[in-house]
């Protein structure tokens, strides 16, 4: 018992690099494939983050944050879900800017996802997905392996994250930090630096817009001001 104990709880808290294949001339699953199993084994059912992170295994963390992070890589933002799901973004990234093995507490591990939340992003997300597989291989690996690179790989979707949490009914502010923690997700699920280099510059122009709206947003409030103390 406590054996198997040990084993699960390696498994939970296993680092989100690929599964190296028993035979090296059989390819590392597809992305599309990945979210086919997850589909077959909880689509008609509450599932918690840890029975996922449990399936997944070595992949289990970069998978997690591609698969919260899409369904919020629209202009439009989605009201409720951004703020935990940020939060897990956030406290991953953490732990990866560190140089830690990412974890997660308890009650993040427990947090349920509705039984139609699964068929429902998986159906949205289909092509999407198929179209980045066509795309995405091991290539300038060095840009994920690194150990100073990866841990800004961390920063970087910590800072999404936190970006995330902010309850703005503003279009976009959603949508830049999300694509680039699915770009970097990518990334980090494939080895593949190509798509290191596009997150990071999405993850400027998502700083940039926030800049711009905190500029703005200041600006009204000094307009306001002056036009009640004038």
């Avoid at 390696?10 to 086919?36: C, F, G, H, K, Q």
């Avoid at 994920?144 to 009914?169: E, F, N, S």
């Avoid at 830049?176 to 980090?188: N, R």
Wanted: charged share 15%; proline share 10%.
């Amino acid at each position: 018992m406590a054996g198997d104990r040990c084993g699960w709880q390696a498994r939970l808290y296993a680092y989100p690099e690929p599964v190296p294949p028993s035979d090296p001339a059989l390819p590392t699953a597809r992305l599309s494939e990945d979210i086919t199993r997850v589909l077959a084994a909880f689509a008609d059912r509450e599932v918690t983050l840890r029975e996922i992170i449990v399936l997944m295994q070595q992949r289990a963390y970069a998978f997690l944050l591609l698969l919260i992070a899409l369904p919020f890589a629209t202009p439009v933002p989605l009201p409720g879900l951004s703020t935990p799901f940020g939060l897990i973004m956030a406290f991953l990234g953490l732990r990866i800017a560190c140089g830690q093995k990412p974890w997660l507490p308890e009650r993040l591990l427990a947090l349920k996802l509705p039984a139609t939340w699964l068929p429902n992003l998986f159906r949205a997300v289909q092509r999407p997905v198929r179209f980045i597989e066509r795309f995405l291989r091991p290539e300038l690996t060095m840009l994920v392996d690194a150990p100073v690179l990866h841990r800004l790989h961390g920063l970087m979707i910590m800072v999404c994250g936190l970006l995330l949490l902010l309850p703005l009914p503003i279009p976009f502010t959603n949508m830049f930090p999300a694509t680039a923690v699915v770009l970097l997700a990518c990334a980090l699920l494939e080895k593949d630096g190509r798509f290191s280099i596009a997150g990071a510059v999405v993850f400027v122009l998502a700083l940039g817009y926030f800049a711009l709206l905190w500029l703005g947003g200041a600006a009204a409030v000094q307009h306001l001001l002056e036009r009640l103390t004038g």
